[in-house]
């Protein structure tokens, strides 16, 4: 059973950093690309940033470009989301996500439970 448990969200003000994790297991890390979604209250779920099976190639939404990394360690079946420079409209819940395999460019097929994170002053 695919299991996506993300950990590391919380409070922080404005222009701060959080660094999100996910840990995952069912499954092997390192035969899916993965990444993660959010969804801000009274909105849809967005997708962010997804990275590559081997961590080579990355993309990110627009609006966290420049902001926001993602990376992995398959050896530790961990996904990660450095966010800094925090801005009011990152309050969200974020998911981790999964893709079916290594292929780039089909959609995501499990996320997990979520972890919120607020920015506010």
């Known amino acids: 059973e695919v299991q996506l448990v993300e950990s590391g969200g919380g409070l922080v003000q404005p222009g701060g950093s959080l660094r999100l994790s996910c840990g995952a297991s069912g499954f092997t890390l390192s035969g899916s690309v993965m990444g993660w979604l959010r969804q801000a209250p009274g909105k849809g779920l967005e997708w962010i940033s997804k990275?590559?099976?081997?961590?080579?190639?990355?993309a990110y939404v627009d609006s966290v470009k420049g902001r926001f990394t993602i990376s992995r360690d398959n050896a530790k079946n961990t996904l990660y989301l450095q966010m800094d420079s925090l801005k009011d409209e990152d309050t969200a819940v974020y998911y981790c996500a999964k893709y079916p395999s290594c292929k780039w460019s089909v959609r995501h097929d499990s996320w997990g439970q979520g972890t919120q994170v607020t920015v506010s002053p």
């Open positions: 990275i590559s099976c081997t961590g080579g190639n990355t």
